[in-house]
């Protein structure tokens, strides 16, 4: 290879061979403290990884208290693909702290590794014993809970000397605690144990009677104690010792990571001020040679530059990488301050994308609405002058006509266009309360709604020829809001009504209402004339009406779906013509505490 006394690299060469002892002997120095920052970024790396290892650690233990608690396979075996997983971390943890606290170059920090060392075993003592304690609470058929279950179902075998109701507010307090985790709930739980045992002693129950309910009592008080031991929520407990020790772990790690970078900034600007002793020796040769180094090294600069002008004048979408080998320190800011300028700018062309696309939306929400807004003006202005328009023409007849037998149907013309203009009135002001009122959740019967809807509406037309059947599973008494229940109420009962088949033989109208813990799930049928199936997509929609000629305002069903829809509920329909229309509601139920009425009552309504 032959020596070019013109190229950069030895030009430079050339002039610091005049100093190359120097330079020698301070490479050295430079070298060892080199050496020095890299063992001290191993270290750092080692660091980075116990504290990912511990992220993991967490994570894994998390895991395995969401999933295992709940997994009858863990139970059964108490094995766990999990357990197995944090149990090898850990392993992996102690090796590496063992690792970095032997390294003479952490002697100023081993307090600190001491400590994250003890609060890992501290918290890895405080997860086995939570894991203890779930395997003995158990899961299903397993463990503590399995006893208890068994115990249960066991207690329904002397329903002869013990109440069933008793049995089942027993299962309910014990369920209500299991799943709200509030303590008064144990105490309802023993409370109704022991009057049952009492009751047992007078009645001369047997022995085997008043053992089970010895043994169930015990048993849930246990499981229970084992309850809270574990934490009933995440700031009780073992659970509130385990998130403690957690945050107390990343405290330390956070002051490990500090003092390491304090250490490594401190060992580079040792360094730093070597190599200002090596630039001081060297400074005449580099003043001799500077004029032509700077004009090499002006060659790169350029270049970049124009890569930067080009780039922001015509590139944005990408961030460009200057290809510059061994770059000075001046050269790679400039390269990471030309992309973070170009991330930057990326980043506020999205900005202005997203709120473009936001305002876009917001936009056509308004026409929507504009357009709503215009159909409901153009609809209620029509069917409000319609019965007007009816009623002026009847009352001018009557006026003109002579024969006083035809009064009377034209009074009940005039009759029949009063009703229609109050429906449609009453449907504008529900739909009003229901757009600007807000929820309200109370408790109340949901029989004595339905049944006070059924008479308010008996004295429609053609009303007492149907036949009304009112069916109900679960607690009567329901959480929600009872002025929007009667609104969907009362447009399927009149809608079911007014579009009944009288031509068959018999008419009907089932009410089926099936009540849980959270949810009132209804199904509504009639055996009407039904709906055709085009049909059936549009009901919803505001002022549909099948022809002109069909009663009604054509809001009824639209509000029946806004107000399920505002009570967080979801409807359907099915319907087949000339058989009958099915609506299917399910809205929540917000009710705290159950009441202790029947379970399945049923009323037939003439």
Aim: no cysteine.
């Amino acid at each position: 290879m032959r020596f070019k006394i013109n190229s950069i690299k030895n030009r430079i060469l050339t002039a610091f061979l005049s100093v190359l002892l120097g330079v020698f002997i301070f490479g050295l120095v430079s070298l060892y403290y080199l050496d020095r920052i890299n063992q001290i970024r191993k270290l750092d790396n080692m660091l980075s990884k116990i504290e990912s290892q511990s992220l993991q650690l967490i994570k894994a233990d998390n895991d395995f208290y969401d999933i295992e608690a709940i997994n009858e396979s863990y139970f059964q075996s108490k094995e766990s693909k999990l357990l197995k997983k944090r149990n090898s971390l850990w392993h992996r943890i102690n090796t590496n702290i063992r690792v970095v606290k032997s390294h003479q170059a952490m002697s100023t920090m081993v307090n600190e590794l001491t400590k994250v060392e003890v609060t890992l075993a501290l918290y890895n003592e405080r997860f086995l014993a939570l894991t203890e304690k779930l395997y003995l609470r158990g899961f299903k058929d397993y463990g503590l809970e399995g006893q208890m279950r068994s115990y249960a179902h066991k207690l329904e075998n002397f329903t002869d000397e013990i109440e069933l109701s008793d049995i089942l507010s027993l299962r309910r307090h014990e369920k209500d605690f299991f799943l709200r985790n509030d303590t008064a709930y144990i105490t309802q739980l023993n409370e109704r144990a022991h009057a049952i045992y009492i009751g047992l002693l007078e009645r001369g129950g047997s022995d085997s009677s008043k053992l089970l309910i010895r043994r169930y009592m015990e048993t849930f008080n246990e499981l229970a104690s084992i309850e809270k031991e574990i934490g009933l929520n995440s700031n009780e407990g073992l659970r509130h010792e385990l998130n403690t020790l957690t945050k107390l772990l990343d405290n330390h790690f956070d002051v490990l990571s500090a003092k390491s970078e304090e250490w490594s900034g401190n060992l580079t600007q040792r360094i730093l001020v070597l190599f200002s002793l090596v630039l001081l020796t060297t400074i005449i040769v580099i003043g001799i040679w500077g004029n032509f180094v700077a004009k090499r090294l002006s060659k790169p600069v350029k270049k970049l530059d124009a890569i930067m002008r080009t780039a922001a004048q015509h590139d944005l979408k990408g961030l460009i990488e200057v290809p510059l080998q061994n770059p000075s320190s001046e050269m790679e800011n400039l390269s990471r301050s030309f992309i973070a300028l170009m991330k930057k700018t990326k980043l506020q062309m999205k900005e202005i994308k997203d709120k473009s696309k936001t305002l876009r939306k917001q936009n056509a929400e308004l026409k929507k609405l504009n357009s709503e807004l215009d159909s409901f003006i153009y609809s209620t202005a029509h069917d409000l002058r319609s019965p007007l328009a009816s009623l002026l023409g009847l009352v001018q007849l009557a006026e003109r006509e002579d024969m006083p037998y035809e009064k009377d149907e034209y009074i009940a013309l005039m009759k029949n266009s009063i009703q229609k203009m109050d429906t449609f009135i009453r449907d504008v002001v529900a739909y009003s309360k229901n757009k600007k009122l807000d929820v309200v959740n109370a408790q109340f019967n949901i029989r004595e709604l339905i049944e006070g809807i059924f008479e308010e509406h008996r004295f429609m037309p053609n009303s007492e020829s149907i036949d009304k059947k009112l069916v109900i599973r679960g607690d009567e008494v329901i959480g929600n809001d009872e002025g929007r229940l009667k609104i969907i109420f009362n447009n399927l009962i009149s809608n079911a009504i007014r579009y009944a088949d009288l031509a068959k033989s018999a008419p009907n109208i089932t009410v089926q209402v099936e009540v849980t813990s959270t949810m009132l799930n209804i199904v509504f049928s009639d055996n009407g004339i039904g709906i055709e199936q085009g049909y059936t997509d549009q009901i919803f929609k505001m002022f549909f009406r099948a022809t002109e000629n069909s009663p009604g305002s054509g809001l009824g069903l639209f509000i029946l779906k806004e107000t399920v829809k505002r009570l967080g509920g979801t409807v359907d329909v099915s319907s087949e013509i000339r058989v009958g229309t099915s609506f299917y509601v399910s809205v929540p139920n917000g009710l705290i505490e159950p009441s202790k009425t029947g379970t399945y009552q049923t009323k037939v309504f003439s």
